[in-house]
Protein backbone atom coordinates (compact mmCIF):
# COMPACT_ATOMS: atom_id res chain seq x y z
CA UNK A 1 0.00 0.00 0.00
CA UNK A 2 1.29 2.98 -0.83
CA UNK A 3 1.77 6.22 1.53
CA UNK A 4 -1.03 9.43 0.92
CA UNK A 5 1.45 12.51 1.22
CA UNK A 6 -0.63 15.79 1.04
CA UNK A 7 0.97 18.88 0.18
CA UNK A 8 -1.00 21.94 1.23
CA UNK A 9 -2.02 24.53 -1.86
CA UNK A 10 -1.47 27.78 -2.14
CA UNK A 11 -3.18 30.70 -3.49
CA UNK A 12 -1.63 33.90 -5.14
CA UNK A 13 -4.02 36.09 -6.57
CA UNK A 14 -6.11 34.01 -8.52
CA UNK A 15 -4.05 31.27 -8.84
CA UNK A 16 -4.37 28.13 -6.30
CA UNK A 17 -2.24 25.16 -6.78
CA UNK A 18 1.46 23.67 -5.72
CA UNK A 19 4.94 23.66 -6.78
CA UNK A 20 5.87 21.73 -9.58
CA UNK A 21 8.93 20.59 -7.80
CA UNK A 22 6.97 19.46 -4.72
CA UNK A 23 4.59 17.71 -6.83
CA UNK A 24 7.08 15.95 -8.37
CA UNK A 25 9.77 14.84 -4.91
CA UNK A 26 6.14 13.84 -3.72
CA UNK A 27 5.32 11.36 -6.14
CA UNK A 28 8.62 9.49 -5.78
CA UNK A 29 6.97 8.23 -2.33
CA UNK A 30 3.86 8.09 -2.44
CA UNK A 31 0.26 8.79 -3.83
CA UNK A 32 -0.06 13.03 -3.49
CA UNK A 33 -3.46 14.66 -2.41
CA UNK A 34 -3.29 18.40 -2.78
CA UNK A 35 -4.96 20.23 0.20
CA UNK A 36 -7.23 22.59 -0.58
CA UNK A 37 -10.17 24.42 2.16
CA UNK A 38 -12.43 22.41 1.22
CA UNK A 39 -10.82 19.19 0.97
CA UNK A 40 -10.38 17.54 4.41
CA UNK A 41 -6.92 15.85 6.10
CA UNK A 42 -8.41 12.44 6.10
CA UNK A 43 -5.71 9.05 6.02
CA UNK A 44 -2.69 10.96 5.13
CA UNK A 45 0.84 9.84 6.20
CA UNK A 46 2.93 13.13 5.70
CA UNK A 47 1.84 16.24 5.30
CA UNK A 48 4.61 18.91 3.11
CA UNK A 49 3.96 22.61 3.70
CA UNK A 50 5.45 24.77 0.88
CA UNK A 51 7.74 27.61 1.55
CA UNK A 52 6.31 30.41 0.63
CA UNK A 53 5.88 34.57 0.91
CA UNK A 54 6.91 36.14 4.11
CA UNK A 55 3.76 37.00 6.37
CA UNK A 56 2.92 40.72 5.78
CA UNK A 57 3.80 42.39 9.62
CA UNK A 58 0.81 44.45 9.08
CA UNK A 59 -1.28 41.25 10.00
CA UNK A 60 -0.08 41.13 13.69
CA UNK A 61 0.42 44.63 13.95
CA UNK A 62 4.01 45.44 13.43
CA UNK A 63 5.43 48.28 11.33
CA UNK A 64 7.15 46.75 7.51
CA UNK A 65 10.60 47.48 7.32
CA UNK A 66 14.19 46.64 4.90
CA UNK A 67 16.26 44.43 6.58
CA UNK A 68 16.63 41.06 9.49
CA UNK A 69 17.04 41.57 12.95
CA UNK A 70 17.74 38.97 15.86
Not at 29 to 37: M, R
Request: proline share 6%.
Amino acid sequence: MNKRIALVGTQIENVFGVSTKYLQLAKLFGDVVILTPEHPIENVNLIILQGGQDVDPTRYGQIPEYGLSS
